[in-house]
């Protein structure tokens, strides 16, 4: 049995089932939706119809199963998928496409095959409920076939959040009806550098794109159908350059500003002005339109806070509302959109930073810097998501040397991406239960195309989907279930990294890195996170 994620418990039995043309496929109406992607995405390649009706693979409801769990059980006559729930059902549709041969992946028909699958009990639920994977469109735009790909990537490895980080200081790729301004202006940039050297060196190309809100109605409807909830983005006060570049009433200074050509962290943030609060509470107005899951970030990472340090309205409503610094100015800045999305009936989620200032009641926070925010937050009573850069930022590069694309960061193995824990040691049952589960992120200064975006993602992103929904782990025995996942993702076409190393066509000698060591890492992280208290 070579799935991934591998599933709780399974015992495989004797025989196999064979389809046949006249093979058919029914399906309790409830769980309709299950069957009819598994209809859809078996069809292509097998050429099977699948016609309605009883005999051979059924998706049968079953009450007292949770609500991503599922049963399969393929005997010589029949295959069965029983769940709660669509969701369920449709992770066991997953399962079972794994169990045919990997060939069963391709979008056209692939000739002379007798296609059958193992018989087996499968019984499997995933150990965490957020099962995520951030993809930064911001620094570069991923095109929307593209997207609505990696969508099914993620639902292949029963993924179910994507973050999608939507703008930044390079870029704003979300259409808002009321601020055209937003992506006619920040939707583009000027050039951007190339690789992370220093002195740096700029490519001269302009790079750009958004979505439109008829792309984003498509993007949720096609992510739902693959039971994802899309996790919308806008960044505040900081990694907004490209929203004052667009609006320049929303900076803190009198010259204008061009959409960022740098990466890093930048200090042009957003003031705090009364107009800057409803002129994102409008842009929040309609993200809530367009994305209906339950969960939106505000961001709140990585905002310097020079430019209010230096702005006389920046101090002046620090001295009014009786605040302590900037920190909690932050804080009282980001409450009104938390507070906005809670009277809406939706989760706020923010970045960990925000506990510098004191965390706004009701966010659920994104942990990125580590272990010890992770058990803050919790203790502080919040929920967490976990994402710790060192472990599951996927833009890091996968193995020492200078043949990696772009190398930075420190290395983030496939061995530790697998390895990777959400639950930080010494926490009570109490604030285990309110990690909710953890992400991978794709963050895209140096993963310029979709191309490079495989050869990041994969096939760490495999390891760390075992991570989060299988409860027992065994690195030996995913490497060789990965033998035969490499073949999946090659009749999808991913160009995943070969464990040897990259093709030549996927090393990046003309744009250089700047790799650090694991201690340097870590010593980043002591600093940033030295003056939370603990
Ligand atoms: C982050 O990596 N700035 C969340």
């Avoid at 957020?130 to 099914?152: Q, S, T």
């Avoid at 983005?233 to 200074?253: F, K, R, S």
Wanted: hydrophobic share 40%.
């Amino acid at each position: 049995m070579t799935t991934i994620p591998a599933p709780a418990r399974r015992t495989p039995a004797e025989g196999r089932f064979t389809f046949t043309a006249t093979t058919p496929l029914t399906a309790d109406p409830a769980l309709a939706r299950a069957a009819t992607w598994l209809r859809e995405s078996l069809t292509p390649a097998t050429g099977l119809p699948l016609p309605d009706g009883p005999g051979g693979v059924e998706l049968r409801p079953a009450d007292g199963l949770g609500p991503e769990e599922y049963r399969l059980t393929v005997t010589g006559e029949s295959v069965l998928i029983e769940a709660a729930t669509p969701t369920g059902a449709f992770y066991g549709a997953q399962t079972l496409r794994q169990l045919l041969d990997p060939a069963a992946f391709r979008s056209g028909r692939v000739a002379d095959r007798t296609w059958s699958v193992p018989a087996v009990v499968i019984a499997d639920a995933p150990r965490y409920g957020w099962r995520g994977c951030l993809i930064d469109v911001a620094r570069h735009f991923l095109p929307k076939n593209d997207l609505l790909r990696y969508i099914d990537l993620l639902a292949m490895h029963k993924l179910n959040v994507l973050h999608l980080h939507l703008t930044d200081d390079q870029g704003w790729r979300l259409q808002i009806r009321k601020y055209p301004k937003l992506t006619e202006v920040g939707a583009w940039r000027r050039e951007s550098p190339l690789g992370a050297g220093r002195p740096r060196r700029f490519d001269g190309r302009p790079h750009g794109g958004y979505y439109s809100q008829d792309d984003i109605r498509e993007i949720v409807s096609y992510a739902a159908d693959r039971f994802i909830t899309i996790v919308p983005e806008i960044d505040l006060p900081g990694h907004t350059q490209a929203a004052i570049a667009a609006y320049p009433e929303l900076g803190n200074l009198d010259t204008p500003l061009d959409v960022r050509t740098q990466w890093g962290v930048g200090e042009n943030v957003v003031n705090v002005a009364d107009g800057t609060i409803a002129f994102f509470t409008d842009v929040l107005e309609e993200v809530l339109e367009l994305f209906p899951g339950p969960y939106v970030c505000v961001g709140g990472d990585e905002t310097p806070k020079t430019q209010w340090n230096e702005s006389v309205p920046a101090k002046e409503r620090i001295r009014e509302l009786g605040l302590r610094d900037a920190d909690e100015l932050q804080t009282w800045f980001m409450r009104h959109f938390t507070d906005f999305l809670l009277a809406r009936g939706r989760k706020p989620l923010g970045w960990d930073e925000l506990m510098e200032g004191g965390l706004p009641p009701g966010v659920t926070v994104a942990s990125w810097r580590g272990a010890r925010c992770t058990a803050l937050a919790a203790r502080s009573g919040h929920d967490v998501v976990v994402s710790p850069f060192a472990e599951t930022y996927l833009d890091f590069r996968q193995a020492e040397g200078a043949q990696e694309p772009v190398p930075i960061g420190s290395v983030t193995s496939l061995s530790a991406v697998y390895a990777f824990d959400p639950i930080p040691g010494g926490l009570t049952g109490q604030e285990r239960g309110r990690i909710l589960g953890a992400q991978a992120a794709l963050w895209t200064e140096h993963i310029d195309s979709p191309r490079l975006l495989d050869y990041m993602a994969f096939p760490r992103l495999a390891a760390f989907a075992e991570a989060v929904w299988s409860d027992e782990r065994d690195f030996a025995d995913f490497l060789v279930r990965l033998a035969v996942h490499e073949k999946r993702l090659d009749a999808l076409g991913v160009e995943y990294r070969p464990a040897a190393g990259p093709h030549p066509w996927q090393q990046r000698p003309d744009s250089p890195g700047h790799p650090l060591t694991r201690a340097e890492i870590d010593g980043k992280l002591a600093a940033w996170t030295a003056n939370l208290r603990f």
